[in-house]
């Protein structure tokens, strides 16, 4: 520990001058009876110390020995230590010799020396010392060495209460922005909702005067189609109407208002280490393109590729594997190539 002065009547100790580290009355299967909590290191979430199942003797029948403790002892799991996996007994109880029972009161509180353990000046100890690739273990001898910084009795327990209460703010805050992610997706979801229903621009169009001429739409589409600038089969097609819409707005299918509805390349391409941009659909987020992660292929793969599938600025992408549905517009750096995971939607721009 560092050598800072300390407060007024604490002291730096060993954890062996305060509690039996290692030692713990033992018990087998006929010292118990049917109630008795059975305690594993499986039943302890890492990291947390929240206790994930309560099983008793009835359900978990045990042959090896256990060791016996108290209610409100301190149960540190030895092994792999850097779980942190250290509980208050909430009831007397056996569990695996896994887990060290440890008291300290009435000369020091139970619950300070249950904060310290899981300090991390005692996991940087134990980090240390632990014996064990596989399953590294704080034995015995290294436990009673370990460091313990002791306050005066009565200020422990103050030090306790505190960290009760702000650690439980903190679970609580913690807990509440878990929340985020799924309120943001349930209002994008509202939002784009209230979008294509024409409910976000019904003021808007109140005041204005935006009607959109069909005719015009299926007219340019047919010259398209005559010309052979696109494919037949993206001829103007109206659907009947499913959902509640404005009265001036149109229900098609989306070819009607494309110049091309593809997918990247079906055969696999040549990747190179570095070179042009080759996009797939984990490239594809909702909203953007990531190109943190991304393939490269040659000049001469990106120029064959291009020519069947050119995706430009403001093109539509849709993700066709994987996280399915994932949506983004290409980005004025439109210089990359696509495999087939990747569906490539060109608008009519004069239209959409």
């Excluded at 169009?205 to 009607?211: A, F, W």
């Excluded at 007219?219 to 659907?239: E, G, M, P, Q, R």
């Excluded at 299918?253 to 390349?265: H, R």
């Excluded at 042009?276 to 490239?283: E, Y």
Aim: hydrophobic residues 35%.
């Amino acid at each position: 520990m560092s050598a800072g002065k300390l407060p007024e009547g604490w002291v730096d100790t060993q954890l062996g001058n305060i509690v039996d580290y290692g030692k713990a009355t033992k018990r087998v299967l006929s010292d118990v009876n049917d109630d008795t909590w059975v305690l594993e290191l499986e039943d302890i979430e890492k990291e947390s110390s929240k206790l994930l199942s309560t099983i008793r003797a009835s359900e978990r029948p045990f042959k090896s020995t256990k060791n016996s403790f108290k209610r409100g002892d301190v149960l540190y799991g030895k092994l792999r230590p850097y779980l942190n996996k250290i509980i208050i007994a909430k009831e007397d109880g056996v569990c695996t010799t896994e887990i060290i029972p440890l008291c300290a009161e009435p000369s020091c509180c139970n619950k300070y020396i249950f904060y310290w353990l899981k300090s991390s000046t005692f996991q940087g100890y134990v980090n240390d010392v632990s014996y064990g690739v596989n399953m590294p273990r704080l034995g015995t001898a290294d436990g009673l060495k370990a460091p313990l910084r002791l306050a005066p009795l009565a200020e422990q327990k103050i030090i306790a209460e505190k960290l009760d209460t702000l650690l439980a703010q903190i679970d609580s805050t913690k807990a509440r922005l878990e929340q985020i992610p799924q309120i943001l997706k349930r209002f994008r979801q509202a939002v784009l909702a209230a979008a294509v229903s024409g409910n976000l621009t019904a003021e808007w169009r109140m005041n204005n005067n935006s009607n959109i001429v069909e005719e015009e739409i299926e007219k340019v589409k047919n010259k398209l189609i005559a010309k052979k600038i696109i494919k037949k089969d993206l001829i103007y097609s109206k659907l009947d109407r499913k959902y509640p819409i404005p009265s001036d707005w149109l229900y098609v299918k989306l070819q009607s208002i494309a110049t091309k509805i593809t997918d990247g390349e079906h055969k696999t391409p040549k990747r190179e280490p570095a070179g042009q941009l080759l996009i797939s659909a984990r490239n594809i987020q909702d909203g953007y393109l990531k190109l943190s992660d991304v393939d490269y292929v040659g000049d001469a793969e990106f120029q064959k590729l291009r020519n069947r599938c050119d995706p430009d600025s403001g093109d539509v992408l849709i993700s066709c594997s994987g996280s399915i549905g994932r949506v983004c517009l290409v980005d004025e750096n439109s210089k990359y190539v696509m495999v087939r995971s990747v569906a490539l939607i060109k608008l009519m721009q004069d239209f959409v």
